[in-house]
Antibody, heavy 120, light 107 residues
């Protein structure tokens, strides 16, 4: 079955860096993938999408210039490099699969999430 | 950016009740609308895509309708496992945006 497993979360100081990973299994790693986050007690916020080959990436304005999404198709793994983090980046970060190869944005499977806390 | 407005933000209902949640988009999105269910401490689960298509394995008591700017999620007969928070999400254009959520509580 489709599985997405995030890792790499933790506590990081403001201005620091962190790299999240999302390991995929149970499906051909040819789908676009997204990052979505959820601040404690808040709603869902889309962060970024990467096409199946990594040639197209879109980011939310809130993370542009600070977060970088990439993927290693040989390892079936998605990454989110978070630089210059801010307290407002504190959230559970989910990876999610796009049901369509043209990264239409219909999210069908989600990982369990990894918590990032930005605090001094 | 397309704003998604859900109503109500919360509701109380009893097992067996019919429940309807509304989602409005700030501009037309055709049928590029999804619904998710989220339980505390868990990841969102996809229920409906393309406004009215049920994801595989989702009970038939869930249904979705609408197009353009007005959408609804209906639970025909609320079950104990349906108490959760529900989100709509548009994928008509980037950035993808979500509604604020509707918390369905036990009356």
């Amino acid at each position: 079955q489709v599985q997405l497993v995030e890792s790499g979360g933790g506590v990081v100081q403001p201005g620091g860096s962190l790299r999240l990973s999302c390991a995929a299994s149970g499906f051909a790693f040819t789908y676009p993938l997204h990052w979505v986050r959820q601040a404690p007690g808040k709603g869902l916020e889309w962060v970024a999408v990467i096409s199946f080959d990594g040639s197209n990436i879109y980011n939310a304005d809130s993370v542009k210039g600070r977060f970088t999404t990439s993927r290693d198709n040989s390892k079936n793994t998605l990454y989110l490099q978070m630089n210059n983090v801010r307290p407002e980046d504190t959230a559970v970060y989910y990876c999610a699969r796009d049901a369509y190869h043209d990264y239409r944005g219909a999210l069908d499977y989600w990982g369990q999430g990894t918590l990032v806390t930005v605090s001094s | 950016d397309i704003q998604m407005t859900q109503s109500p933000s919360s509701l109380s209902a009893s097992v067996g009740d019919r429940v309807t949640i509304t989602c409005r988009a700030s501009q037309g999105i055709s049928n590029f609308l999804a619904w998710f269910q989220q339980k505390p401490g868990k990841a969102p689960k996809s229920l409906i895509y393309a406004a009215s298509n049920l994801q595989s394995g989702v009970p038939s008591r869930f249904s979705g309708s609408g197009s353009g700017t007005h959408f609804t999620l209906t639970i025909s007969s609320l079950q104990p496992e349906d108490f959760a928070t529900y989100y709509c999400q548009q994928y008509g254009s980037y950035p993808l945006t979500f509604g604020g959520g509707t918390q369905v509580e036990i009356k």
